[in-house]
């Protein structure tokens, strides 16, 4: 009996997505709201196509515990099941803070440290109104490279006199940075090479057959696995994760972001 080729088939909708991509810049070549909006839409459905029924993908805001509103945020994977929204016109909603699972911010790009320290700060804000359970993503089409996001979150200019990031503004940060292309997961994490710091790290895999696999396969089974723990959590159930792959995954190369002493 054959078995799946997961590798394959998500480098092939990684490859769609940025086809997708192409085919909007044929027509849409100086308007870069326009393209954002149909980039977010773009991964909506394919969240939406793939997560389980109970749970929703959608663009909108986050009301706070206090009742602070959030910006508008890209993409919100909630609950569905046990919460409705407060409020929906159109295809944005404005959801409870508990019913939100993760979300995602979108960019076709980041063109510079200016972008990226928008990004930041950006996160910053909405961190404010998320439970701090929440995994926040950042989600880069054509991805800058490693190196560069290391400069850019290098000069960062933060409030204050203290121009280092540290406990406090590190939890404020998005927990997972995913480029298609360039493809890498980097993920928030405890970095220990020369020195015992914390950042992002981020591991390449190769499956059974030395085949790359691609960062939005990783990026899916991260948010699969979040969502499946909320609905075995919701419904007292002890069931093991269903595995995603049938394949080996082996280590193949490995890099991190340091940001501060531990």
Known sequence: ????????????????????????????KRHNPTIGLLTEEILRKFLSTFLPKGISVEQGFVVGSGGELSRQIDIIVYDSH?????????DIVVIPSEAVLAIVEVKTTVSGEKAFHDVIKYFYSVSEQVDPQVTKYLFIYDAPEVSKLITYFRSFEHPGDYQEFDHDTFHLLPDVIVGIDSSYCLKKSYVCFDRDMMGYKSYNYVDSTDE?????????QSIYEMVFARIASREGSVSTLPTLRKDGRKFNTGFAIELFYM
């Open 1 to 28: 009996m054959s078995e799946v080729n997961y590798t394959a088939y998500y480098q092939l909708k990684a490859a769609e997505l940025l086809n997708q991509l192409s085919q909007v810049r044929v027509f849409i």
């Open 82 to 90: 046990l919460y409705a929204p407060f409020y929906r016109i159109n």
């Open 212 to 220: 790359a696999i691609s960062s939005l396969e990783i990026f899916y």
